[in-house]
């Protein structure tokens, strides 16, 4: 298993994250013309925990039309970026430069070691820092003068289930929340040198220097009926949700957990057209 400060091993995800940026890249694609459509010309984007390589292609693709530009890949784990350079690759083809860096964004020598950029995006990867405060500062410090950093950080818990699935007790999605909840409490407190925060993530922008604080939220809103992907999602959803707060559920949600992940049973999750994606994300933007 690659380093990584969680502890999670992230090549076992591969699969799993491919079809989450395929179901997402319609709502990745307007994230990134956002993002992108104010940058100047040949700009550079720097994707830091580009993990299997969804949004990089959409920003690869933002920059295609636009005539071209750069796309930096930072990554300590090799498979994922792998993932992502085929990704990109696959967006933008030879119109799009890649600069691959393997390298972990809780070291002090990031910006020695990755270009700077005009826009520097970070998806759900800070929390996964031991010291959040030092490295969204580390991040700021690989922004270009004028340049904006992007963090994705918070939001609305997904949603995916009905309240009554007919199988167990109701409300099982808020307990396997819960659930996950006391993992991630867990996770974080288990990091070697860990430091708790205490402020929301604009107070971190402001005192890492940028200024134009400011954020926005996107859905990704996949009603029910869903189409197989949808289903597959969910499948995938609650597998990982159930196992890492496994701890944490009652033999009875275990049980359930068990019957809706059996393909071959009648309460196969993936077979149901009632289940739906319900989630918002926040991106939390500054500028240098």
Known sequence: MAHTHDRIDWTERI??????????????????????????????????GSGSGGMAAAFAAA????????????????????????????AAGDRIEIVPVEFDAADDGLAAA??????????????????????VARLAGIV?????????????????????LGVGEPGLEDRLHAARAEWFTRMRAGMEGVVR??????????????????????????????????RRFVADWLAWLSGVGEEW????????????LDENGPDWVG??????????????????
């Not at 559920?249 to 809706?260: F, I, K, N």
């Open 15 to 48: 699969a799993e994250m491919r079809r989450t940026d395929a179901l997402e890249a319609e709502v990745n694609g307007l994230v990134a013309h956002r993002l992108v459509d104010p940058l100047p010309p040949g700009a550079t984007v720097v994707d830091v």
């Open 63 to 90: 920059l295609a039309v636009r005539g071209g530009g750069r796309i930096v890949l930072v990554d300590a784990v090799p498979e994922l970026q792998a993932a992502a350079i085929d990704a990109v690759r696959a």
């Open 114 to 135: 990755v270009p700077a950029g005009d826009l520097v995006w970070a998806s759900r990867v800070v929390h996964h820092l031991p010291d959040e405060r030092a490295g």
């Open 144 to 164: 270009r003068p004028g340049g904006t950093l992007a963090l994705v950080e918070g939001g609305l818990t997904k949603r995916c289930l009905p309240w009554d």
């Open 197 to 230: 925060t205490g402020v929301g993530w604009n107070r971190l922008l402001a005192d890492a220097g940028l200024s134009d604080v400011r954020a926005f939220s996107y859905l990704v809103d996949l009603p029910a009926p869903g189409a197989e992907p949808v």
């Open 249 to 260: 559920l009652s033999e009875s949600d275990r049980e359930t957990v068990a019957r809706l």
């Open 271 to 288: 077979a149901r057209d009632d289940v739906f994606v319900l989630a918002a994300s926040t991106v939390h933007l500054g500028t240098k």
